[in-house]
């Protein structure tokens, strides 16, 4: 089933827009990433306070050990290989964190490309191994990148800090 419309959610130029093509449900992110939500459905679900609603259910991987989501009846549904409901706060919990990927992943391209490499990140902490004469300009350098927002988030405020050390510790 091929869909030519798109829903938008969010002020202009900071949209997150939707579009369903064939068996997927593409959320489009402001960076123009997207994420996947396959063979959606718009299905009756019963709330954990006993309702009915209809919901969103899509098809993923599920962790059997640690999964908290209700599982659903899907024909097409093997091992880990389950569907599941959502709804608005996990979908903008989505957009959020792949939104915040995209910012950290532009600005650690941004941050390779003076030649401070990066050696790990933890979370939205980029980490530099850089010789010691060099610390004080990469951590400057590193500030004003992380504090520069990017073309596809106008209006995005954005600012950064720092530190630099011997050895690496949680700020």
């Known amino acids: 089933m091929q869909s030519k419309a798109v829903y938008a959610v969010g002020l202009p ?4 827009k939707f579009r369903r093509s064939g068996s997927f449900l593409w959320m ?17 679900v019963i709330t954990p306070w006993g309702a009915e609603k209809e919901a969103l259910t899509f098809m993923t991987v599920v962790d059997m050990a ?10 097409n549904a093997k091992g880990r290989w389950q569907r599941i409901s959502t709804h608005g706060g996990p979908l ?3 957009a959020t964190q792949g939104f915040c990927r995209d910012l950290l992943a532009t600005a650690m391209t941004a ?23 060099r610390a004080a300009y990469a951590l400057e350098r590193m500030v004003a990148i992380m504090s520069t927002t990017p073309s596809y988030a106008p209006g995005l405020p954005l600012v950064a800090e720092g530190y630099h050390a011997k050895r690496y510790r949680k700020g």
Do not use: M, W
């Open 66 to 75: 640690t999964q908290k989501h209700k599982i659903l009846d899907d024909p």
């Open 92 to 94: 903008a919990e989505n």
């Open 13 to 16: 130029g900071r949209q997150v």
């Open 111 to 133: 941050i390779e490309a003076e030649s401070i490499p990066i050696v790990f990140h933890v979370h939205d902490e980029p980490v530099a191994e850089v010789a010691q004469f």
């Open 28 to 44: 489009l992110l402001p960076s123009n990433r997207a994420l996947c939500y396959p063979y959606p459905e718009i299905r009756t």
